[in-house]
C-alpha cells in the first residue's frame, strides 16, 4: 500500500505517515502482536493507555481506551481484517460515539525491510473531512514518537542477549 499511495498523490480523505525504525522488522511486527507491549505505546504523548483489548486474529474486535489530564478519556475501537505476519495489519478504527467523530475508518499498516532497519507504513482512509484528517496527523506522529522510542530500546536490549 505505501509504494502505491506514494506514487500517488494522497486523496483528501487519505492519511499517510511512515517511520522508520532502528529495529529488525520481526521485532516491530512483533509489538503490534503483543497487547503487552502495545498497551506500552499506544496513544499519544502525554496520553496514558488505559485499557487495550487487542489480539491479531482476523475478525476479532479490538478495544482501547487512553487518558490525559488535558483531554480526559477517549475510547476507540474496532475490528482487525486482515494479518499478514511480518508485512501488513489491517484494521478498521473508530472513536466512540462521545467523540465527535462517527466515522468508520481503514487503518493498513506495512512493513518492510531497508538497510537493516524497518519502515513502518500507516494509511488511514476515509475521513469525513480534512479536518477530521488533520486532527489525526498530531495524534498519530506523537503515538509513532512513543512507539519508536519503545522498539529501539527493545531492538538494543535484544542485541545486548535480554528477550522482551
Do not use: C
Not at 478498521?92 to 465527535?100: C, E, V
Not at 498519530?140 to 514518537?145: E, G, H, I, V
Amino acid at each position: 500500500m505505501a509504494a502505491k499511495a506514494e506514487q500517488r498523490k494522497l486523496r483528501d480523505d487519505e492519511l499517510l505517515v511512515e517511520r522508520t525504525f532502528d529495529a529488525p522488522l520481526g521485532l516491530v511486527f512483533r509489538l503490534w502482536e503483543s497487547r503487552d507491549h502495545m498497551i506500552r505505546w499506544w496513544g499519544p504523548e502525554k496520553f496514558t493507555p488505559v485499557e487495550m483489548d487487542w489480539e491479531l486474529t482476523p475478525g476479532r474486535p479490538w478495544r482501547a481506551a487512553m487518558a490525559s489530564t488535558q483531554f480526559g478519556l477517549s475510547k476507540m475501537g474496532g475490528v482487525v481484517r486482515e494479518v499478514e505476519k511480518n508485512k501488513r495489519i489491517v484494521f478498521s478504527f473508530k472513536w466512540d460515539a462521545d467523540s465527535g467523530e462517527d466515522m468508520d475508518t481503514v487503518v493498513t499498516v506495512t512493513f518492510a525491510e531497508k538497510d537493516g532497519k524497518t519502515v513502518q507504513s500507516f494509511h488511514q482512509t476515509p475521513f469525513s473531512s480534512v479536518a477530521a484528517r488533520d486532527s489525526h496527523v498530531g495524534g498519530w506522529n506523537s503515538l509513532f514518537n512513543k512507539q519508536k522510542i519503545y522498539v529501539e530500546n527493545i531492538a538494543v536490549a535484544e542485541q545486548k542477549g535480554f528477550r522482551a
